[in-house]
């Protein structure tokens, strides 16, 4: 019930974003750190490559993004965020911190801090999973 309230609220908040929840999350990555190849961005957010491509031309094409040679190697192109794109990935999370004080206005701050910081563990532990190869069972 959380999830799909949140995801509610959430989709709400990106879709204006080429791609929604999508769009929103290689912009996250973008703007957090070392620009990433295309293919380590699809890995990282957990896109099909071909998926990546239409997605980041969408991106590309409302100056959110831009594409470069990856100087380390030329047949791979980086992925860097626009200061329109930095803008607007700032609109959208005061949007979504809105939506989510929303859904936690019942919990004190003490206890919305502490379900955030769980939740994020949790987050961390749900993408590390993502990227590693199932093991046999």
């Known amino acids: ?8 609220v959430a989709t709400s908040s990106v879709e204006d974003l080429p791609g929604g929840p999508r769009g929103y999350l290689v912009l996250v990555a973008v703007a957090s750190g070392e620009p990433p190849s295309q293919l380590a961005l699809a890995r990282q957010v957990n896109l099909d490559r071909t998926v990546m491509t239409y997605l980041l031309d969408d991106l590309e094409a409302r100056q959110l ?5 990856d100087p380390r190697d030329r047949r791979a192109r980086q992925v860097l965020i626009t200061e329109e794109g930095r803008a ?8 979504l911190s809105i939506a ?3 859904l ?4 004190d701050e003490h206890d919305a801090r502490q379900l955030r910081l769980l ?19």
């Open 1 to 8: 019930m959380v999830s799909s309230a949140f995801r509610r």
């Open 65 to 69: 993004i831009t594409r470069r040679p």
């Open 88 to 95: 607007h990935l700032e609109r959208t999370q005061q949007s």
């Open 100 to 102: 989510e004080a929303r």
């Open 104 to 107: 936690l206005a019942d919990l």
């Open 119 to 137: 939740l994020t563990r949790v987050a961390q532990t749900a993408q590390r999973e993502a990227l590693t190869p199932e093991a046999d069972c």
